[in-house]
């Protein structure tokens, strides 16, 4: 019986996601070409109003942020062997806690209250992820039924505090008053503006340096700590890790936690950085598309950068295009965000048996190994007089 063929790195991180963006397009066409629209048209159109110009640039951009605090959000969890679907929820209640920062922070400077506002919303947005993490690592309760659960406990309990506790009382939007102006994010435009260089007003705020900083953050921290390795290890096999010394539900409520503080930077973007006051379903479904972003970007901080600019450039060209195209509704830019998750996610499969058959014949076959059988070390157990062992950080990448 043959040895089931891995694929080179390189093509699993690079070539099947390739593959599985061009097919769903491929078939995104032919969707576009059985409403009689030019493909090719639909395309250039989607492609100059997100990249085309300096205000569709800004748009993307700004979209991408959001995509990259839940894609990160969403990855991380990955890692641990967990499936996160509640970063909706999470991103919910870190407008919250940003929302009573600025509120109640009014007399505060902008560099000490934007900070603290940053901080409110990771606090509750982590705080709402660590109680499905701590039921599941104590109670046995699956994550992705729990947190499912708490999305709705999310928007049920803003929907209350927004109509009857936090409403501005001379306005009838459920939503609270505005912020502060010391609590605004800056914009890009205003930065740039402060080096002589003039640009169109875009929502993108500095947000975006932030998502960028936090997809540095998440890579240095699981694969260069101590930390990062043991959520590595428990995400493959919970029963080494346990032989090897390290606690998984330790690790389960940390992980969660930690993925709703990357999910709470979306309330950062959105009403820091735009709104500039707390709204009702502010988070629009970008924690539901941080799904998607993650199995996309292979659970990777460059693969979910990448991923989410793609998402950034589908929403805004999309935008555009039903602008355009009078016959490409909104729900037609969904159906083909949906075929990218199909083909991204569900059905690599399809490219990864034939690609794996394909290396076969190109790659030399692998030897047995010849000697004694002898089991890895770590499999043996510790005698009594032997010093334990200490996994150390980024050895055996996983």
Known sequence: MSQPIALPRWADLVLVPLLSVVTAFIVAALVVLAIGVD????????????????????FTLYYTTDFIFTGLAVALAFQAGLFNIGAEGQAYMGGLGAALVCLNGGSLPSWLLIPLGIIGAGVFGGLWAYIPGLLQAKRGSHIVIT??????????????LLVNTLR???SMQPG?????????????????????????????????????????ALWIFVWRTRTGYEI????????????????????????????????????????????NR?????????????????????????GVVLASLLFGILYQGGAELAFDQPK???????????????????????FRRPLASMFAGLLPARQPPTGPSTPPAFLEPASEEAEPAVAQPGAGVI
């Open 147 to 160: 947190t499912i659960m708490f999305n709705w406990l999310a928007t049920t309990l803003m929907a209350y």
């Open 278 to 302: 707390l709204l009702l379903e502010f988070t629009a479904g970008y924690g539901f598309v941080g799904i998607a972003v993650a199995l996309m970007g292979r659970a990777h901080p460059v």
């Open 232 to 275: 590595r290890t428990v995400g493959q096999n919970a029963t080494a890790a346990v032989y090897g010394g390290i606690a998984p539900s330790r690790i389960i409520v940390l992980t969660m936690a930690l993925s709703g503080v990357l999910a709470s930077g979306v309330a950062v973007n959105e009403i820091m950085g735009v709104q």
């Open 39 to 58: 493909p090719w048209a639909a395309t250039v159109s989607m492609v100059q109003g997100s990249l085309g110009t300096p205000e569709g640039i800004g």
């Open 168 to 170: 501005e009382p001379t």
């Open 176 to 216: 609270t008053a505005r912020f502060p102006a010391a609590s605004i994010i800056p914009s890009v435009q205003s930065v740039l503006a402060g080096f002589g260089i003039t640009t169109v007003e875009t929502p993108l705020n500095l947000s975006f340096v932030l998502a960028l900083a936090c997809a540095v």
């Open 328 to 350: 490409i509704t909104r729900d037609m830019i969904v159906v083909i965000q949906g075929l990218v998750v199909l083909f991204a996610g569900a059905l690599e499969g399809l």
